[in-house]
């Protein structure tokens, strides 16, 4: 079972998910936040970088609709997301996995420069890619920033990662990784 606070947050990532808002996860939401970063990368629709993170967001997709599509209507509403959840959060091992996964992506997409560590302008641009203001990525960014070294690193995302998935300490700084959620 979910908790209240596991709720809450997961419910915020379902609406970061639905980038057209029509209350369901499905491909074209995918395509969206491809499009948003292709053009804020400045990549053109041909290149290389660019075909390789739409496989790996379709394959994302792809992944999710068999795994948390149980009615098998090719979309993901919010019950099928916090049914999802709620499983993977129970099976220690798919957990691991799944927010390795989800840090690996992040990097893979957002870390521009590819140093190994998240900036604020990497930052901002993931912000930006769920249409999420750069104001609000900046105050978030700093929390998240435990070490204050003005850079995120893999470690920090991942120990932020199980805050904001499993954790359920209201005052833990990773619950707000995807923005406020009440
Ligand atoms: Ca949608
Ligand atoms: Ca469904
Ligand atoms: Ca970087
Ligand atoms: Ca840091």
Do not use: C
Request: charged share 30%; glycine share 8%; net charge negative.
């Amino acid at each position: 079972m979910l908790t209240d606070l596991q709720r809450k947050k997961l419910t915020r990532y379902f609406h970061l998910y639905d980038r057209d808002g029509d209350g369901n996860i499905g491909p074209a939401d995918f395509e969206r936040v491809v499009e948003n970063v292709r053009i804020m990368s400045g990549l053109s629709p041909e290149s290389h970088r660019h075909q390789g993170l739409r496989r790996t967001y379709l394959a994302r997709w792809e992944s999710l609709r068999r795994s948390a599509d149980a009615d098998q209507d090719g979309r993901i509403d919010v019950s099928d997301w916090l049914a999802y959840w709620d499983g993977v959060l129970q099976a220690d091992d798919r957990y691991q996995a799944e927010v390795a996964s989800v840090v690996r992506r992040l990097f893979d997409f957002f870390d521009a420069d590819q140093d190994g560590y998240i900036g604020l302008h990497e930052f901002s641009d993931l912000y930006a890619s769920y249409g999420l203001s750069s104001a609000l990525a900046r105050s978030i960014f700093t929390d998240l920033d435990v070490n204050h070294d003005g850079m995120i690193s893999r470690q920090e995302l991942l120990d932020i990662g199980h805050h904001f998935y499993r954790g359920d300490d209201p005052s833990a700084p990773g619950n707000r990784l995807f923005g406020p959620y009440d």
